[in-house]
């Protein structure tokens, strides 16, 4: 489907200028970078965490979110359980921006994911010259019109360019894509992203789904407010969790991740 926010944040993306140095083809080697999916696994036993550095929340009732400096930011979510950081890209509603990324990359040795909606080879160019580790990649774009190119090229082009693919979906019948994408890490959205929505019953049934095909290491991804929210994604074959709106609003960021761990002995197999 092609309705919603998607189509509308797809629709911004596209009209804002272009970047000539992004633009450009690259040239020379690229810099070796820190594996998000073996950063993920080495985590798993007490529950990865993968950290999101974000401006804005369009999915809340007030999107605006506090701000800590970047380098402020990484001192305060270095915790037991961290794999790696992830940081928006994307300008419109979502106040990211690359630069933002190539600043977190350069405040820490971890992976860092460049979170976007990514439609074309340009926003893979744009992840490679900002440090990151990986690009995300949404499954529900796939068969929408709004890509320039399958998720397959894509997913090549990425990883030509240095970077892992992690590779997002919502619900069951997305799953599919994966036959065709080859991914690194795969990522189960419990927010509807046509209506920004929160729908854990079909994002956790998305989750059990994706683990019973052997899809790994298996990220929960949004919605985690708290310890319930996180028991449920262990519980249902999570690795790890990416976490961001609630990092930012937390005034104690490293005892809410800290609350957040998997519960002993509850690994997934």
Same mark, same amino acid.
């Given at each position: 489907?092609?309705?919603?926010?998607?189509?509308?944040? !797809?629709?911004?993306?596209?009209?804002?200028?272009?970047?000539?140095?992004? *633009?450009?083809?690259?040239?020379?080697?690229?810099?070796?970078?820190?594996?998000?999916?073996?950063?993920?696994?080495? *985590?798993?036993?007490?529950?990865?965490?993968?950290?999101?550095?974000?401006? /804005?929340?369009?999915?809340?009732?007030?999107?605006?979110?506090?701000?800590?400096?970047?380098?402020?930011?990484?001192?305060? &979510?270095?915790?037991?359980?961290?794999?790696?950081?992830?940081?928006?890209?994307?300008?419109?509603?979502?106040?990211?921006s690359p630069e933002d990324v190539a600043?977190?990359?350069?405040?820490?040795?971890?992976?860092? +994911?460049?979170?976007?909606?990514?439609?074309?080879?340009?926003? =893979?160019?744009?992840?490679?010259?900002?440090? !990151? /580790?990986?690009?995300?990649?949404?499954?529900?774009?796939?068969?929408?019109?709004?890509?320039?190119?399958?998720?397959?090229?894509?997913?090549?082009?990425?990883?030509?360019?240095?970077?892992?693919?992690?590779?997002?979906?919502? %619900?069951?019948?997305?799953? /599919?894509?994966?036959?065709?994408?080859?991914?690194?890490?795969?990522?189960?959205?419990?927010?509807?992203?046509?209506?920004?929505?929160?729908? $854990?019953?079909?994002? +956790?049934?998305?989750?059990?789904?994706?683990? $019973?095909? %052997?899809?790994?290491?298996?990220?929960?991804?949004?919605?985690?407010?708290?310890?319930?929210?996180?028991?449920?994604?262990?519980?249902?074959?999570?690795?790890?969790?990416?976490?961001?709106?609630?990092?930012? $609003?937390?005034?104690?960021?490293?005892?809410? =991740?800290?609350?957040?761990?998997?519960?002993?002995?509850? &690994? $997934? &197999?």
């Amino acid at each position: 489907m092609s309705a919603g926010f998607l189509a509308e944040i !797809a629709a911004k993306i596209r009209s804002e200028p272009a970047d000539a140095e992004t *633009e450009a083809s690259p040239s020379g080697a690229r810099p070796s970078r820190p594996s998000l999916a073996a950063a993920v696994r080495r *985590e798993r036993a007490r529950g990865a965490l993968v950290v999101e550095y974000k401006r /804005s929340s369009p999915g809340q009732a007030d999107p605006r979110l506090p701000v800590r400096p970047i380098r402020e930011f990484v001192r305060v &979510t270095e915790v037991p359980g961290l794999a790696g950081y992830s940081c928006l890209a994307t300008r419109p509603r979502f106040e990211g921006s690359p630069e933002d990324v190539a600043e977190l990359a350069r405040s820490t040795p971890r992976p860092v +994911l460049y979170k976007d909606f990514a439609l074309g080879p340009h926003q =893979l160019e744009r992840a490679a010259r900002s440090g !990151a /580790s990986a690009v995300l990649l949404i499954a529900r774009l796939e068969g929408t019109g709004l890509l320039d190119r399958p998720l397959a090229e894509l997913a090549v082009q990425a990883r030509a360019l240095g970077l892992e693919v992690v590779l997002e979906f919502h %619900g069951e019948a997305e799953l /599919s894509v994966a036959d065709s994408v080859r991914a690194d890490v795969y990522g189960v959205n419990v927010r509807d992203l046509d209506t920004l929505a929160l729908d $854990r019953p079909t994002g +956790l049934a998305t989750l059990r789904a994706a683990s $019973r095909r %052997g899809l790994d290491p298996l990220l929960g991804l949004s919605g985690v407010e708290g310890p319930h929210e996180a028991r449920e994604f262990w519980t249902a074959g999570a690795d790890g969790l990416l976490v961001g709106t609630a990092v930012a $609003r937390a005034g104690d960021p490293a005892r809410f =991740l800290a609350s957040l761990a998997r519960p002993s002995g509850g &690994t $997934r &197999t």
